[in-house]
């Protein structure tokens, strides 16, 4: 699955497809707009890469101060504020995809 076929599902689809690991369908569901959902299930995801998408979930809710946490938790640089979300959310699926 591309990152355009995953956009394309969070729009058509009522669910995630069954085939995504847990962290693309965290993604997933933050893409279609289920935030509780996103943020219940990347805290299911032990390794960094679950600190990751918090810290993407609570950037995108404005909670800067918690979002650095989550990346520091992550190993991840903090984004600058001019990245927007949408944006930091495509790279993140393209890595992941990768």
């Known amino acids: 699955m591309t990152a355009a076929e995953l956009t394309q599902s969070t729009c058509t689809d009522a669910h995630p497809p069954e085939h995504l690991n847990a962290a693309l369908k965290a993604l997933w569901l933050s893409k279609a707009g289920r935030w509780d959902a996103a943020h219940d299930a990347c805290q299911l995801i032990a390794d960094p ?50």
């Open 49 to 98: 890469i679950g600190a990751w998408i918090h810290a993407h979930l609570h950037r995108e809710e404005g909670d800067h101060a918690n979002a650095a946490y989550w990346y520091h938790r992550a190993q991840k640089p903090v984004p600058p504020r001019s990245l927007c979300i949408e944006d930091e959310w495509q790279l993140m699926v393209e890595k992941l995809i990768s």
